[in-house]
């Protein structure tokens, strides 16, 4: 299996719809079902709003293909080096956390932050 991997940068406001775009595009290639398509794309846009990006900083937003040996699925892995660090919270993302299956939160500079959030197939 070739597994995907797709990259966008977001700089400007209209970038974020991209983001939701491509990945529900990507989840529906993957043969995720429309529910599943429809959560990891919100989910996907929740966090790069959440995190500001495209007004007050710039990101990066990975798209990889995961499997755990049983099931596949699509993660959705977005980062920026320059986010105000007390905005990047666990509770920031209370209202992301529940369309997905996994969604993992750290700081990876003093203002830097990564957000990953996973949906496997049914």
Request: glycine content about 4%; proline content about 1%.
């Amino acid at each position: 299996m070739t597994e995907l991997r797709k990259t966008i940068t977001v700089k400007k406001v209209i970038d974020r719809i991209l983001v939701r775009m491509e990945v529900r595009e990507t989840a529906r290639n993957l043969k995720l079902n429309l529910q599943e398509q429809a959560r990891i794309s919100m989910a996907a846009y929740n966090v790069v709003s959440s995190m500001d990006m495209g007004i007050s900083c710039e990101g990066v937003v990975l798209f990889i293909q995961v499997t755990d040996g049983k099931r596949e699925g699509l993660q959705v892995v977005c980062s920026s080096n320059k986010i105000n660090n007390n905005r990047i919270t666990s509770n920031l993302f209370d209202d992301t956390s529940w369309l997905v299956d996994e969604m993992n939160v750290e700081n990876i500079t003093p203002d830097g932050a990564r957000v990953s959030v996973t949906i496997w197939a049914s």
